[in-house]
């Protein structure tokens, strides 16, 4: 049987560390201990990576767990690309994102050009959404590409 294919947008290596959501610390330790055990196929994209760079001299200590973590992981990188770009100015064109939401909209481009089932985000200001599912459905439809669908690791994981 195929295995599903993830892309993790950066919110989930975040919440591996954030002690002040319990309850989504917990979901994303279950997420991730099933993809260390090789359950699914795992995108991580080039901007989670430019973001977890960005995080200021506060975040040190968190940053260098992130990156510790996802060496324990089996991925594959996908690089934003102009490709990558364009779709994401198609999904803020649409009004599924706002233009001040561009990274959000590149790892929705990333999870559908690297032909992810499903794209796992706690971002539900701009990531997990219905406004950003309907836009992304719409524009990927138009586009003839894959449609990935967005959701919570809880969601995705269901009851325990």
């Known amino acids: ?92 064109n649409i009004g599924g994102l706002k233009p001040s939401s561009e990274t959000d909209a590149i790892h929705i481009a990333s999870a559908t050009l690297a032909n992810c089932d499903f794209i796992l985000s706690w971002n539900f200001a701009h990531i997990v959404n219905m406004r950003a599912m309907v836009a992304v459905d719409a524009v990927n439809t138009r586009e003839v590409l894959k449609q990935v669908k967005i959701l919570s690791p809880t969601i995705f994981l269901g009851e325990e």
């Open 1 to 92: 049987m195929k295995k599903l294919r993830l892309y993790l947008e950066t919110t989930i290596p975040n919440y591996l560390f954030d002690d002040d959501k319990p309850e989504k610390q917990c979901d994303t330790w279950r997420l991730w201990n099933e993809i260390k055990s090789g359950e699914y196929e795992v995108v991580v994209g080039s901007a989670v990576f430019d973001e977890i760079d960005s995080f200021i001299e506060q975040k040190a200590p968190k940053k260098l767990l992130m990156a510790n973590e996802l060496k324990l992981i089996n991925y594959e990188f996908f690089a934003v690309n102009d490709d990558v770009i364009r779709l994401a100015n198609e999904y803020i």
